[in-house]
Structures are given as C-alpha cells and as structure tokens.
C-alpha cells in the first residue's frame, strides 16, 4: 500500500477539524477527497505532508511511517525521517507557488541540484525532458508571470514530478482552469497515474472529480461519510 | 572660481572619514541586520522582544545623541573601549542595523509561506529556503528602502563633526568661519549631491539586475 491513513484526528485550538479519518491509496490509483470548503480536505493533505501535525492517528508512506499512534496521540519521528519520508511524495498547490525569480526550468530543476545533488547539466537534461513531455518545450527559459494558469500548473507538476515522488497530491487542481485546460489535466494526470505514481486530489468539482478519479470519499465536517 | 579651486582640496581631505564611516557602516550594519531582522521572526519569544526593544530604542533616538552616549557617555560609567573614530563607527552600526533589521524583517515576511512551504515539500533544508527562496526576492523586493537608508547615510556622516572629527562638513564649517562666507557650504553640497549621484546609479543598476515581475 503507498498511502495508509489510520485514525487520523486534528483540531484547531477547540475546533474539531478532522475526526477518524481512514482511508487507503494504492500505487497507479487516482482517489480524490470531495467535499465542501471547510470540511477539512486542506488538512488532510496538510497532515500527509507533514506540513501540520496530526493530533491523533498514524499516516504511512511507501512503508514507512510519518507518524504513529502511541498512546493516543500521534508521535513523529526527527526531522531528518521527515525530510527522507518527504521525498516520497509530490504536491501541487491551488496557487502553484512557483518561485517567480526562476525560470521554468531554475523552478523545475533546483530540487534535483539541491535536494537530489545532482549535476546541473543532468538536472537541466532530466527537467528539460519533462517540460517537453508537458508540452513546455518552448517556456524553458520564461518566468512564472508570462505564463497562463494551465501552464503554471504543469510547471508545478514538472516541479513535483521530476524527483520521481510516489505519490502526488494536488489541492483544487482545476479551481483556475478553464473547461479545455481542465480536460486536459484530466489527461495528464490519468498517464502520471498509468506510470505507476498513487495521486491523492482534493477537489470540490464534482464533474472533474468523477472523470478523473477510480474512487471518491466524500469528505464532511472533517469525517469520511461515502466512498464510491 | 579661483576661490573654489583653492578650497576644493582641503574640504577634500575631510572626505576619508566621510567614505570610511560611510563604508564601514554600511559593510557591518547590513549583516548585524539581517541577524535582527532574523531575531525580530524567530519563534523564541523573549529572543523576539529583546531584538524588538533593540530597534524601538535604536531607532526612537536620534543618532546624534547615541554617538554622544557612546563617545561621551560610556567612558563616564567606565567603560573605555574605543578611540573617538570607532565611537562613530560604533553608533552608526548600531543605529544603521536597526533600520536595515525592519527592512529585511518586513521582506522576508512578504514572502509567501506557499513557496516556503513548496521548497520544504521538495526536501529542500530551511537553510536551502532561506538562501535559494526567500533571500533573493528579499533583496529585490527591498532594494529601494535599502537605497533610500543608504543615501540617507552618506548624509548622516555629517554627524560625526559633533565628535570632533574633520568629516567635509566640518571641514567647510571651519573654512566658513575662517574666511567668512558661504562658498565652502556650497562646494560641500556639490560634494554630497556628486556622492549621492554614484550611490543612486548604483542602486539603480542593482535593482535592474534583480529585477523581475512578480
């Protein structure tokens, strides 16, 4: 299993944000967390990328654990096993968050130079290929702000998907797309999934949502309340 | 005119405390910032107060009378560490980081935690954050404030005449009084508006080498 959710629990102060949230993801299995804003989708990514501690529940990844219930709460391992246990794993943003002093490819390279040590020319090879598999061939050299949204979110993807992670979640990938750039994501993420990565969506659009997706939990007031 | 030339190069000579207290501030005060401005964020509370009382006061009281407490006032209570030129140098540091710490505070929190945390999602170190992701949009988004405190300073170097020190101000002062009249003023302001006119171009070419559209 790539992705094991067990028991999960988070609260903001007195609010209850996420309540025994439990559910699975397989490697080339697309599933996505359909719900209204505020029913806590955010936060179960946010927990899975370690970018907020859950309170209670354990949450594995390819294996190894992120966090593990122990006497009711959840316990996680030093930095350094979340930064390994990070790499695992890809994310795209509602908003992309690309890094508007780099070029597409600075954008898209710099955690194979940083993170991956590998050589510039190897990297700028790696991410060239990417881009051009994303159809951003001729954008190598741009910024974020001369591109469109449809093109920021592949370049986030090349962004996430260059270091191999394996597992991908995006957050509201279509929220700023148009219907055509929509139906192409459909598409690109469909093959991310057939190359062998488990993607994790989050989303409240319900058409995209059931094009996309081999299952779907619906997700309210913090619960898994239908899976189909 | 002859007048001017004659007095040019003695005003001139005042002009090595003017850059050397212009440069020396500007080499240490700049990082002795980004450290404040580091502390003014940390998650430490009390490190967050004590760097907050240190840019409130530094910045609360004129820079005159914290060169006088330095020079005349630290000695008073026994403390002799410096000659009268590293006095001045000391306030001016002291008062300097203070301004540069809220500037790079106020970059480095106009960062978006989004980016930060997409660097941290791709394994990148906080350190790797800081230097590859937040440092460079902070320089660019706070190169015109740093500009701005930079000619300011080259102005403020005036201010070590009240310690005695023969700066160009107070060189011109001097020859004022001695020859009665305002010439040496005027030969003084060329002086700083030539000084600020290289600053200016400066900063203006590093702003278009950092330049970018967000």
């Known amino acids: 299993m790539l992705l094991t959710v067990e028991g999960l629990y988070k609260s903001y102060k007195e609010v209850q944000v996420l309540e025994n949230v439990n559910?699975?993801?397989?490697?080339?299995?697309?599933?996505?967390?359909?719900?209204?804003?505020?029913?806590?989708?955010?936060?179960?990514?946010?927990?899975?990328?370690?970018l907020e501690k859950a309170d209670k529940g354990s949450i594995a990844i390819d294996g190894r654990y992120l966090c593990k219930e122990e006497n009711g709460q959840s316990l996680y391992p030093n930095k350094a096993t979340i930064f390994d246990i990070r790499k695992k794993l890809g994310m795209v943003f509602q908003s992309y968050h690309l890094f508007p002093h780099m070029t597409v490819l600075e954008n898209v390279s710099l955690a194979l130079i940083q993170v991956h040590k590998m050589s510039k020319e190897e990297a700028n090879r790696k991410s060239i290929a990417f881009l051009e598999k994303l159809g951003l061939g001729e954008k190598i050299n741009q910024r974020p702000f001369e591109l469109s949204g449809g093109q920021k979110q592949r370049v986030a993807i090349a962004r996430s998907c260059v270091t191999n992670p394996k597992l991908l979640c995006f957050d509201e990938p279509t929220a700023a797309l148009d219907p055509e750039t929509t139906k192409e994501m459909t598409g690109l993420i469909r093959e991310l999934a057939e190359e062998g990565m488990g993607i994790l969506i989050i989303s409240h659009d319900i058409p995209f949502v059931e094009k996309v997706s081999d299952r779907i939990l619906r997700i309210s007031a913090g619960k898994i309340v239908d899976e189909a | 005119m002859e007048y001017i030339v004659k007095v040019f190069p003695q005003i001139l000579d005042g002009l090595s405390i003017t850059l050397g207290t212009f440069a020396i501030t500007l080499i240490l005060?700049?990082?002795?910032?980004?450290?404040?401005?580091?502390?003014?964020?940390?998650?430490?509370?009390?490190?967050?107060?004590?760097?907050?009382?240190?840019?409130?006061?530094?910045?609360g009281t004129p820079l005159l009378l914290q060169i006088f407490l330095i020079f005349f006032g630290l000695p008073i209570i026994g403390v002799q560490l410096f000659g009268r030129l590293q006095s001045v140098y000391f306030a001016f540091v002291l008062n300097y980081a203070a301004y540069?710490?809220?500037?790079?505070?106020?970059?480095?929190?106009?960062?978006?935690?989004g980016q930060k945390e997409a660097a941290a999602l791709l394994g990148m170190t906080p350190l790797q954050i800081n230097l590859k992701i937040v440092m460079p949009q902070v320089i660019k988004r706070t190169l015109p404030s740093i500009g701005n405190e930079v000619i300011t300073l080259i102005k403020d170097t005036s201010l070590v005449y009240a310690v005695g020190l023969a700066e160009i101000f107070k060189i011109a002062k001097s020859i004022s009084t001695r020859d009665v009249t305002i010439i040496p003023y005027l030969v003084v302001g060329v002086i700083y508006l030539a000084?600020?006119?290289?600053?200016?171009?400066?900063?203006?070419a590093a702003e278009k080498k950092v330049y970018y559209e967000e």
């Open chain 2, 29 to 59: 005060s700049v990082p002795l910032g980004v450290v404040i401005a580091m502390c003014r964020i940390s998650k430490v509370k009390i490190v967050r107060n004590v760097s907050g009382i240190y840019t409130w006061v530094l910045r």
């Open chain 1, 23 to 50: 559910f699975q993801v397989e490697p080339k299995e697309i599933v996505a967390l359909l719900g209204q804003s505020g029913a806590g989708k955010t936060t179960i990514i946010r927990c899975l990328t370690g």
């Open chain 2, 195 to 204: 000084l600020t006119a290289i600053i200016t171009q400066c900063i203006n």
């Open chain 2, 100 to 113: 540069f710490a809220e500037i790079f505070r106020s970059g480095i929190q106009s960062i978006e935690k």
